[in-house]
């Protein structure tokens, strides 16, 4: 519903002092006007009121005619009493049932000598949106005060007509003066600046004037005249609404205390060359780090640590800790190494961690603060880094190399020992047999059994003194291939129906030092054992290759230069855990059920391998299959 009257030129009433305008001038307002405008006559009754006040009442105005104001029009009716008509007619704002709304209230006079009288205006406008944008406005410029007081970052703001200069208040304590004390312009600025960084700072000003966006532009100021502080300055252009670039908007931020740092270090390296010599010729790895909380630096690094993480031409300067952090790091030990240097305490720890290329290495790291002469405070951290990946896998290889040996003596004496008991039991036994009468049958399978027991235990003997070496036969230069292919054939006469064998032979002419026998020996045995892990159903590839130099380097294979055949014996069964893979070369370990296997099949090829100066490596997954792989060193006349 629109308010109703004559028509008069339509005058819009705004803030400020006013003048008492007409009936027709307030109707014509409240048509027009975007608020919502509600007219009281003298008895303080509703009189009438505009469209956009019927909407926000939810009544029209024949329905509020005659009756009081409610809504934010009591609101704005208590304010004014509060505050005076005078201060009233200038406009107020006030919050209502969670809005917020800018209201006026002003006087009509007569419009003619007809009229009735007097009215009161109540002009009530919805800022709401205004004053939440205000509010974020404030909290975003709080927040902002908050982070550049705690960066020791101020801002600035110059606009390039004027000269003009606003600074934030952060700026103000960062150059030591108080607000209001200087003109922060370019010449109430300069006599803040180091008489010898002035030209600096000069050129830097005319470049922000002509548009250019500045980064890094550190120079010092002077405090009271005396005190030296160091600071750096960003710049970036700002544009108006009309896409044009108008003034410049920038930080200014307190970096005395990190160029101090480097400056004690980079005396400390000054002071120190012979030990700067000392750590880049060291082939231990040696880094640097910034005291910088919560994230330390790589401040220096030596060759030896880019060569052990792959960073190298510098590229781990700058950079912290979690750079060489990867999958296979222990989450626990690496925040204590953190925690190490923000505490500023040494650690010593062993490590798995990652180089560039993502592969991974252990190392053993020691941690310890540097400080600064004078014991002022920690200056820096030393990181020194040692990879010790080959150490180790040296070490678990010398220490089963050692337990296999100690139980190879061990087996082989008792099997000597045995060896001697079993002759007199296989000879008497045959001995008894001829001397039994032929009708005697019961007692000739007696003898039979005895017999054919004590050769078994013969053979098991065998194979203990092979694993043992103190009967290994004479080994030569032969042709490896031949041989494989022959021990393929015997080894396929055993295999089950369902078991496929497939062979892959590159070579043919290769030579190797072994001994023919033994050679066809590792192949049954590998053979067999591929074939009792796919119970009787499966394929098993069998391969004899030449390894590159680079993957003999691969499997850390001795000379990888000097040249390798590797024999592979691949299988898709049920696999081997880990628990299990760790004791599989030992002597009567088996996975197989009880009467099923002596457990020196594999002892017998390790055995064997070992003594042609080879390697042996098992690879496997529980239900994903086994392989055997036997690395055998090349022989070239």
């Known amino acids: ?6 028509a008069a030129n339509t005058r819009q009433v705004t803030g400020g002092p006013m003048q008492a305008v007409t009936r027709d001038m307030a109707i014509d307002l409240a048509n027009s006007s975007p608020a919502h405008v509600l007219l009281l006559d003298v008895g303080g009754m509703i009189f009438d009121v505009n469209a956009r006040c019927e909407k926000l009442l939810g009544q029209s105005a024949a329905e509020l005619r005659g009756k009081k104001p409610t809504h934010v029009f009591d609101a704005i009716l208590v304010r004014v009493r509060a505050i005076g008509y005078e201060r009233a007619r200038r406009g107020f704002q006030l919050q209502h049932d969670g809005a917020w709304f800018e209201a006026q209230v002003f006087t009509t006079e007569p419009s003619s000598d007809d009229d009735d009288g007097k009215f009161l205006v109540l002009r009530a406008t919805d800022i709401t949106d205004r004053k939440s944008a205000e509010f974020q406005l404030l909290e975003s410029e709080a927040r902002l005060e908050e982070a550049t007081r705690i960066a020791s970052m101020g801002t600035y703001k110059l606009y390039w007509d004027t000269f003009k200069v606003i600074w934030s208040h952060q700026m103000y304590e960062i150059h030591g003066v108080a607000p209001g004390s200087i003109d922060p312009s370019a010449m109430g ?17 005319k470049d922000l004037v002509s548009g250019k966006e500045i980064t890094g532009t550190e120079y010092r100021i002077l405090i009271e005249g005396e005190k030296i502080r160091w600071v750096r300055l960003e710049g970036r252009v700002l544009f108006d609404v009309d896409g044009r670039p108008y003034a410049s908007f920038g930080t200014v931020q307190d970096v005395t205390e990190a160029r101090n740092r480097e400056e004690t270090l980079r ?25 910088d909380r919560p994230n330390s630096n790589v401040f220096y690094v030596n060759p030896a640590l880019e060569e052990i993480t792959g960073f190298r031409n510098g590229r781990l300067i700058g950079l912290t800790l979690e750079s060489l952090r990867g999958e296979e790091t222990d989450p626990e030990i ?24 993502g592969s ?40 089963d190399a050692q337990k296999m040996e100690a139980l190879g003596k061990l087996s082989g004496g008792v099997a000597h020992e045995i060896n001697n008991l079993l002759q007199p039991i296989i000879t008497l036994s045959d001995l008894g047999r001829e001397a039994c009468k032929e009708d005697d049958e019961k007692l000739l399978k007696y003898f039979d059994v005895i017999t054919g027991s004590g050769r078994k235990a013969r053979e098991v003997v065998r194979q203990i003194l092979t694993f043992s070496r103190q009967d290994a036969p004479l080994i030569g230069s032969h042709k490896v291939a031949p041989i494989v292919e022959d021990a393929v054939k015997l080894a396929k006469s055993g295999l089950l129906p369902g078991v496929e064998l497939k062979t892959h032979v590159e070579i043919d002419e290769a030579h190797a030092l072994v001994n023919p026998t033994q050679v066809s020996q590792v192949v049954i045995n590998l053979v067999r054992n591929a074939s009792d892990a796919m119970d009787g159903q499966g394929a098993i590839s069998l391969g004899l290759v030449r390894l590159s130099e680079s993957d003999a380097i691969k499997v850390h294979l001795k000379r990888p230069d000097r040249g390798w055949l590797a024999l592979t014996v691949s299988d898709s069964g049920c696999g081997i855990d880990d628990e299990s893979r760790a004791r599989i070369f030992e002597p009567f370990f088996t996975t197989k059920p009880v009467g099923q296997g002596t457990g020196l099949g594999l002892s017998v090829v390790y055995s064997i391998v070992l003594g042609w100066g080879g390697a042996i490596n098992i690879e496997s997954e529980v239900d994903m299959g086994t392989t055997a792989m036997v690395y055998i060193p090349e022989f070239i006349e």
């Open 189 to 205: 600025y300069n006599h803040l600046i180091l008489p010898e960084d002035l030209p600096i700072v000069k050129a830097t000003i």
């Open 1 to 6: 519903m629109r308010v109703s009257g004559p």
């Open 267 to 291: 005396d400390l390296a000054a002071r120190n060359t012979v030990l700067t010599e000392a750590l880049q010729a060291s082939p231990v790895g040696v880094a640097v780090l910034t005291p």
């Open 334 to 357: 690496f925040t204590a190494l953190i925690e190490a240097i923000q505490t500023s305490q040494s650690i010593s720890c062993e490590l798995q961690l990652s180089r560039e290329d």
């Open 360 to 399: 991974t290495f252990l190392s053993e790291v020691e941690l310890a603060p540097v400080v600064a002469p004078g014991g002022s405070g920690v200056v820096a951290h030393t990181l020194i880094v040692r990879d010790v990946t080959d150490d180790r896998r040296r070490t678990d290889a010398m220490m």
